[in-house]
């Protein structure tokens, strides 16, 4: 069974600063993985996928993710936050040939003026 | 990539009554998934809605609490029966948009009193 793991529910961060938010999954099989972001009181947004081919994946809003087979990670970065990327991020995955899409707990990215 | 609208936005309803919430996608879709997001927490699988077929549940979830109907291919609906408190949620309808990417509806948030 598929399972994603965010290690961390909140990340403070200074605006201009960068920022990792870190996902970790497991699976039995090949994957696909996503990260998604919630602002508040709204749905969920597609940020980035992975579903094949280069490993570092770009993805809105200048966020990219990179996918290690290795470690079984999905490491969400940003270079550079600004106020305005305040919101949860959830990572999340799917087995191939399978629909259904297990989501982490999320994270809660907060910029500091 | 698919539009979801997802009706209502937000409800105050009395413990023991039933919410129909709806999902209508702009374009035709096979598979519809509706997710519970309570207080704090991520996205739990509720079920999937294949048009013309019964709803395939997941551990936890049964049909006489959240009965669901897919009449078509654009439509969906996920009925919350007998609410208690424990009930209030964020609930969110999603589809797949034929490239692996998964669009949200806005979300219904349900406050059960």
């Known amino acids: 069974a598929q399972s994603v793991t965010q290690l961390d529910s909140q990340v403070p961060v200074f605006e201009e600063a960068p920022v990792e938010l870190r996902c970790n999954y497991s699976?039995?099989?090949?994957?696909?993985l996503f990260w998604y972001v919630q602002y508040p009181n709204q749905g969920l947004q597609l940020l980035l996928k992975?579903?094949?081919?280069?490993?570092l994946v770009k993805g809105i809003n200048g966020f990219e993710a990179e996918f290690n087979k290795s470690q079984t990670s999905f490491h969400l970065r940003k270079p550079s936050v600004h106020i305005s990327d305040t919101a949860e991020y959830f990572c999340?995955?799917?087995?191939?040939?399978?629909?259904?899409?297990?989501f982490g707990t999320g994270t809660k990215l907060q910029v500091i003026p | 990539s698919a539009v979801i609208s997802q009706k209502p936005s937000r409800d105050i309803c009395q413990r023991g009554t039933s919410l129909t919430i709806q999902c209508q996608v702009d374009s035709q879709v096979t598979m519809m998934f509706w997710y519970r997001q309570q207080p704090g927490q991520s996205l739990t699988l509720i079920a999937t809605?294949?048009?013309?077929?019964?709803?395939?549940?997941e551990s936890g979830f049964v049909i006489d609490k959240f009965p669901i109907s897919r009449p078509n291919l654009t439509f969906s609906t996920l009925t919350v029966s007998n609410m208690s408190p424990e009930d209030s949620s964020i609930y969110l309808c999603?589809?797949?948009?034929?490239?692996?990417?998964?669009?949200f509806g806005s979300g219904t948030r349900l406050t059960v009193v």
């Open positions: 699976s039995s099989v090949s994957v696909y």
């Open positions: 992975y579903l094949s081919g280069s490993t």
């Open positions: 809605a294949n048009q013309g077929s019964e709803a395939t549940y």
């Open positions: 999340a995955v799917s087995e191939r040939g399978y629909q259904k899409v297990t």
């Open positions: 999603s589809v797949e948009d034929g490239t692996r990417g998964y669009t």
